[in-house]
Nanobody
Framework: QVHVVESGGGLVQAGGSLRLSCTAD????????MGWFRHPPGKEREFVAR???????HYADSVKGRFTISRDNAKNTVLLQMNSLKPEDTAVYYCATGSYGYSGPSTDHYDYWGQGTQVTVSS
């Protein structure tokens, strides 16, 4: 069984920063992609960022240049540094383990999910 746990959410003013952290235990962390998704109020869950097993990052257009995803395989951890936050970034953020080493942006490509962490950006 794979356990995924996020932390680091909170309330921040527009223009501020937050760093989300995610740990995943239960299988060889370094062999799989990791992804961050978010569920804004009243909208569908959407892709935010992913990082492949080789460390290649990919971002949604809405966060490109503001968010940075990274991974530390020795600690089974993936981070999401979020800068220049906007009110439209408000959402529950979820971390997920990829089903593959090079998973795409679809939720279908991720098999284990955390419980989510709330990020609220005030204007």
């Amino acid at each position: 069984q794979v356990h995924v746990v996020e932390s680091g959410g909170g309330l921040v003013q527009a223009g501020g920063s937050l760093r989300l952290s995610c740990t995943a235990d239960g299988r060889t962390f370094s062999s799989y992609a990791m992804g961050w998704f978010r569920h804004p109020p009243g909208k569908e869950r959407e892709f935010v960022a992913r990082i492949w097993r080789d460390g290649t990052p990919h971002y949604a257009d809405s966060v490109k240049g503001r968010f940075t995803i990274s991974r530390d395989n020795a600690k089974n951890t993936v981070l999401l540094q979020m800068n220049s936050l906007k009110p439209e970034d408000t959402a529950v953020y979820y971390c997920a383990t990829g089903s593959y080493g090079y998973s795409g942006p679809s939720t279908d490509h991720y098999d284990y999910w955390g419980q989510g962490t709330q990020v609220t950006v005030s204007s």
